[in-house]
């Protein structure tokens, strides 16, 4: 059976944490920033975790991260 192939644009988005939960950026810091609270886009800057059920596709995605 061939090799599974790495989907390229999860790959860039999604990395696995030591225990193997998938981290992600947070969203909405790309543009209209000036009505966003300091506050608010310090605390986007921090990555996330993908929730459980997304997280079973997602390792199809990425079987070899």
Same mark, same amino acid.
């Given at each position: 059976?061939?090799?599974?192939?790495?989907?390229?644009? /999860?790959?860039?988005?999604?990395? !696995?944490?030591? #225990? %193997?939960?998938?981290?992600? +950026?947070? $969203?909405? @810091?790309?543009?209209? =920033?000036?009505?966003?609270? /300091?506050?608010?886009?310090?605390? !986007?800057?921090? #990555? %996330?975790?993908?929730?459980? +059920?997304? $997280?079973? @596709?997602?390792?199809? =995605?990425?079987?070899?991260?």
């Amino acid at each position: 059976m061939p090799k599974m192939k790495t989907h390229r644009g /999860a790959a860039k988005r999604f990395k !696995l944490t030591g #225990t %193997g939960k998938i981290k992600k +950026a947070k $969203a909405f @810091k790309s543009h209209i =920033l000036e009505k966003k609270s /300091a506050k608010r886009k310090r605390n !986007l800057r921090k #990555t %996330g975790l993908v929730s459980a +059920a997304d $997280a079973k @596709k997602l390792r199809l =995605l990425i079987p070899y991260a």
